[in-house]
Nanobody
Framework: QVQLVESGGGLVQPGDSLRLTCVAS??????MGWFRQAPGKEREFVAA????????YYADSVAGRFAISKDNAKNTLYLQMNSLKPEDTAVYYC??????????????????WGQGTQVTVSS
């Protein structure tokens, strides 16, 4: 099972930007994703990258504001978050696995998870 370590969360004001980083211990996966969970809510899909088709996927709520990038040599996935809103406040989790495309947005499709990093957007 791949080990994942996230970093980069913090407290920012609305409209600010943050970049989250996820470092994987190896490359035994074909997709990595970002999910988030706010207090009292279920874990929800944010974004994912699939190496089988070299394509990034985004939730409608973040499309156009968030962007995934990667450094294959470092087994690292980034999530650039721009124009942050208070509703983006949550614990953000990195995930890795071998989901089929139709399951890419489901937490249950991923086998490895990081410890999470808190993102708080508040004025």
């Amino acid at each position: 099972q791949v080990q994942l370590v996230e970093s980069g969360g913090g407290l920012v004001q609305p409209g600010d930007s943050l970049r989250l980083t996820c470092v994987a211990s190896d490359r035994t996966y074909n997709a990595m994703g970002w999910f988030r969970q706010a207090p009292g809510k279920e874990r929800e899909f944010v974004a994912a990258f699939n190496w089988k088709n070299n394509h990034a996927y985004y939730a409608d709520s973040v499309a156009g504001r968030f962007a995934i990038s990667k450094d294959n040599a470092k087994n690292t996935l980034y999530l650039q978050m721009n124009s942050l809103k208070p509703e983006d406040t949550a614990v953000y989790y990195c995930s890795a696995g071998r989901p089929i495309l139709s399951a890419l947005r489901l937490p249950s499709a991923y086998t490895s998870w990081g410890q999470g990093t808190q993102v708080t957007v508040s004025s």
